[in-house]
């Protein structure tokens, strides 16, 4: 038996005692009841206790030992509101602390009375002034009051989504019912109110049966086959498939204390019931194992028995106990519930097999008081915390016995909360009733805004998944591409996972709880998702001036994978160049380009989830002239200076260039104009290309080259000697094409000693600088190359023909032992 059960067992025989003894000491004197009440005080006999301090008061109201003893009694026997009367009178009559634990016992009679405020104030005046006089007390004073916030929030919890009903005198009465079991439309539940006529305890003390209501009709006890004549019998539960009955039977073990045990009878097919048998491997002599729960465990699939027992090995007080059924049937050693036990008391267990969903109630958890019904479930390996069912379930009286039915759309539970079926309705007094709540439908809709993590943008397209944690084999899912609002209807007292996600980028969860919410609602959940890459934006620049530097190639590597490297090109018009990258990544960006030192950056992409776009700028030095060979060199044809033998010209290199590149389109027409389709279109390329990408480079890179000269020359003081190559196409004949290159080779000569001024000329008259001129005219020209003076497509517009019109620098040769 738990221990409101107890004191309701108690409570019938105690009534009892009073009324015989009443009219016999109707006349006694204030001594007498003093001593009657303590006579049945010993006894544990409170109510008549408490009736005779009342009497004995009567004769003198103001003594505090007799008011004292008057709290305490009707604290014992449940009247908790005559308790705190009597409480208060010493609280305020009190001045020299003869009676400390007074005050602590007011504020524990407010909070279960569920007057907080009062409770708080009361419990801090105890600590304030007694809190040395009693360690328990005292960490009692201090648990209540942490969960004094947590009471006064829970008992003003407005909630649509329970109906309440005291069930009526077909079931209760003003004795104590308990233990309520649906099966179809008949309840199984246990009363305390019957006489045991072999009981030779004068006064007789009354015992439990279960009862039976079928269809709503009034209980009736079952046969005398099930319940014992002279023991009781209590706290049935059924297996799955109603084959097997579990109960309690129990004994008084003297006038007030009781001990049980655990015992299942067989049901056959006609629902019949078989021998009781208990269950010896189960039961523990030294103690009491009572409230037995059969069910089949939700993850496992096994038959488990809960139970309740205050044996050795728990926590403290009554704990919740465990055993499995094995595949012949028989119950393992029972285990400790840790997940859910306190130090103080844990009882009537139910487990809800469709739900997997464990109630319990318990006065060892933040509550309203009392005893309150919990709830926790198993979820990643391990029970979750219990959750206080809060109002209407539990209010500041105790709240025990919850049952779910099959199907979720009720419950039934017990409590002996203000408004039931009291023994004593002067004093209010005992005991506990049974209730049945309907779960009323509320509409519970879930909206999931899917939005950008960084610009909070609405982010359309994507896929959300909603899973039911208690089903989580069934998920709902839908995508939305042309909006990014998601709408589900939602089960109450559920747990929820709902989950976005969108190619390109990480997902985004949220866990949704509809546990708490009471009412019909809408609950908005924005999930932000963050691109699963970062755009990386690159630009390039000359060190020396700052100028956008163009054409530079980007390499990207990573550091924990060095092999998987990314080398991307820029436009030669462009010195940026936007790339996606991983998030979560430690990279080196590398910027080079021929004729410059590279420059490059580390870049740590964890955790940058601000931002969806990371900005560089890199710096790029001059390189070495080495790096530019060879160095190609292009010119239009018979340029420059047309038709001449001449070997000399006072052209410079960069103004060729210019008119040469201006006829890029000229180039491409005539080259492409007898060409169709996508060989046409190739060739306009492949023309396009050279321009661009040979022609341009070549005039880029020899300013950078003359550049790197003079820092050679001046700077490092080194002497340098370069040579020049001039080429022609077989257009002409080779004295003529000999005369060309000549005067190609001439006029990069006249860029270099015309640059800055000629500022590089002085090195060149005393032999710093030596340039070396080899003309090899059209002697080196492939066989393929055409030459035809009537074939201008080929022998000039062509790329093999345009490539042979060049100057290369092919060789650097530095001393720098020969420093001036």
């Known amino acids: 038996m738990d221990i409101t059960e107890l004191k309701m067992r108690k409570t019938y025989l105690h009534i009892i005692v009073a009324l015989l003894l009443g009219q016999a000491v ?73 009676y400390p634990d007074a005050t602590f016992y007011l504020a524990e009679m407010k909070f279960i009375l569920g007057e907080y405020e009062t409770a708080k104030t009361y419990y801090e005046m105890y600590l304030s002034e007694y809190e040395d006089d009693d360690e328990k007390l005292t960490a009692k004073a201090q648990r209540q009051l942490s969960y004094m916030e947590f009471a006064m929030e829970e008992s003003n919890v407005e909630y649509e989504d329970v109906d309440l009903e005291l069930l009526g005198p077909e079931i209760n009465t003003p004795f104590s019912e308990f233990g309520p079991y649906l099966k179809g439309d008949s309840l199984y539940y246990s009363s305390l109110r019957f006489e045991n006529k072999k009981d030779t305890y004068r006064p007789k003390r009354p015992i439990t049966k279960v009862l039976l209501s079928k269809e709503g009709a009034h209980g009736v006890p079952l046969d005398d086959d099930f319940n014992m004549a002279d023991l009781h019998t209590s706290h049935t539960s059924m297996n799955a498939d109603h084959s097997r009955v579990y109960f309690t039977i129990c004994e008084w073990m003297n006038g007030a204390d009781i001990r049980c045990d655990l015992y299942y009878r067989e049901i056959d097919e006609n629902g019949e019931f078989g021998e009781s048998v208990a269950l010896e491997m189960l039961n523990d002599s030294a103690a009491t194992s009572t409230q037995p729960n059969i069910t089949v465990d939700k993850s ?155 610009s909070r943008e609405d982010l359309n397209g994507a896929t959300v998944t909603l899973v039911d944690l208690s089903d989580p084999e069934n998920p709902r899912g839908m995508t939305n591409l042309d909006g990014n609002d998601f709408y589900f209807p939602l089960e109450r007292a559920r747990d929820y996972v709902v989950v976005a996600e969108k190619e390109g980028y990480f997902p985004d969860s949220a866990m949704i709880s509809t546990k708490r919410i009471r009412k019909s609602d809408t609950i908005k959940q924005d999930l932000l998702l963050r691109t699963t890459r970062l755009d990386l934006e690159v630009y390039t620049f000359d060190k020396r001036n700052n100028e956008a530097l163009n054409g530079t190639t980007i390499k990207i590597i990573d550091k924990n994978d060095p092999s998987s490297e990314l080398i991307v090109q820029m436009d030669d018009e462009s010195n ?46 001059l390189g070495s002239l080495e790096d530019f060979l060879p160095l190609t060199l292009f010119f239009d044809n018979d340029e420059p200076d047309k038709r001449t033998y001449k070997t000399r010209t006072t052209l410079r290199y960069e103004q060729t260039y210019p008119p040469y590149y201006a006829r890029k389109q000229e180039f491409i027409n005539a080259y492409a104009s007898p060409l169709d389709g996508d060989e046409k279109e190739q060739a306009e390329t492949e023309v396009a290309n050279f321009f661009d990408k040979e022609v341009k480079q070549g005039n880029e890179h020899l300013r950078t080259f003359i550049a790197l000269l003079e820092k050679a020359l001046i700077d490092d003081n080194e002497k340098v000697e370069i040579v020049l190559q001039g080429y022609a196409s077989p257009r002409a004949s080779r004295a003529y094409n000999d005369a060309l ?40 020209a492939p066989r393929y190359v055409s030459g035809s003076i009537r074939d201008e497509r080929n022998s000039i517009y062509s790329i093999p023909a345009s490539r042979e019109r060049r100057v290369e620098i092919i060789q650097v040769k530095r001393d720098e032992g020969n420093r001036r």
């Open 26 to 98: 109707f006349a006694q004197t204030q001594k007498a009841w003093e001593e009657a009440a303590a006579q049945a005080y010993a006894f544990k006999d409170y109510y008549a206790a408490m009736v005779y301090w009342q009497n004995a008061l009567e004769f003198d109201e103001e003594r505090l030992d007799l008011l004292y003893n008057c709290a305490d009694a009707a604290r014992h026997f449940n009247s908790y509101r005559l308790s705190a009367k009597y409480y208060q009178q010493i609280v305020d009559a009190e001045v020299n602390g003869e």
């Open 300 to 454: 496992s699939g096994k038959e488990v028995l809960y139970f309740v027992s205050d044996r050795e090995g728990g926590k403290g007080g009554l704990d919740i106990w465990y055993a499995e059924m094995d595949n012949e049937g028989n119950f393992g050693a029972p285990a400790n519930f840790e997940a859910v036990n306190t130090e103080f008391n844990e009882i009537t267990p139910f487990y809800h097999s469709g739900s997997g969903v464990f109630y319990f109630s318990s006065d060892g958890w933040p509550g309203l008081g009392g005893y309150d019904i919990f709830r926790t479930e198993y979820r990643d390996w391990e029970w979750l915390e219990p959750e206080n069912m809060s109002v209407p379930f539990n209010s500041s009286y105790n709240d025990l016995y919850y049952m779910e039915l099959d199907n979720q759309d009720g419950a039934y539970f017990a409590s002996n909360r203000s408004g039931g079926f009291f023994i004593d309705e002067d004093r209010e007094a005992c005991c506990n009733d049974i209730y049945r709540a309907e779960f009323l439908e509320i509409d519970i809709d879930l909206l999931a805004m899917v939005l950008d993590k960084l």
């Open 576 to 621: 940026e160049l936007i790339l996606p990258i991983d998030r979560d990544k430690d990279l080196i960006v590398v910027a080079t380009k021929r004729g410059y030192s590279p420059d490059s950056v580390m870049i740590n992409t964890a955790g940058i989830d601000h931002l969806n776009t990371i900005t560089e700028k890199l710096y790029l030095g």
């Open 741 to 780: 290159s000549k005067r190609r080779i001439s006029s990069v000569m006249n860029q270099v000693t015309k640059y800055s001024d000629g500022k590089l000329t002085e090195y060149i008259e005393n032999k710093q600088l030596v340039i070396k001129e080899e003309p090899f005219g059209s002697r080196r």
